[in-house]
């Protein structure tokens, strides 16, 4: 199940969400401010993160400028520790699958949770080339 971490004030937070609505794909919400985040869900996002703190962590937050603190520097468990403490240094959103991360709304990079019988669906019958496409049944792999 893809869980998005979110924010009740984030743009692309609800453009992220509306998505995968609209794409009929099942997600978990969970509001970083009210549901703390787990040790065991930050060392999932940070170890599928490619670059690290740099694709997770907004440097510019204030609160990482106030605190003067080198993020880079700081082990796992402090990290974790200062995120749990201070969960506004996320970037958002964060959709987060079994295999993937991704960070921020980007509307060709999130095709990616698409899954995979519905990607080689539109592939092959292209919108207007099929009129039954939106009644197709992914999960069961039919065919236009």
């Known amino acids: 199940m893809i869980r998005i971490y979110t924010t009740p004030s984030c743009s692309s937070c609800r453009k992220v969400k509306a998505w995968f609505k609209e794409q009929g794909i099942p997600f978990i919400e969970k509001n970083i401010f009210v549901s703390t985040l787990n040790e065991n869900e930050l060392k999932e996002i940070l170890m599928k993160s490619e670059n690290g703190t740099e694709d997770i962590i907004a440097t510019k937050s204030k609160i990482v400028k106030e605190s003067g603190i080198d ?14 403490e201070n969960p506004s240094i996320l970037k958002r959103p964060i959709m987060v699958d079994d295999r ?3 960070v921020g709304y980007n509307p060709e990079e999130i095709r990616v949770f ?3 019988a519905k990607r ?18 992914v999960a069961k792999e039919e065919k236009c």
């Open 71 to 84: 993020i880079n520097s700081m082990t796992v468990k402090e990290l974790i520790a200062f995120i749990k």
């Open 100 to 102: 993937r991360i991704q």
């Open 114 to 116: 698409i899954p995979h």
């Open 120 to 137: 080689l669906a539109e592939w092959a019958c292209k919108h207007q080339e099929c009129p039954k496409f939106d009644k197709c049944d």
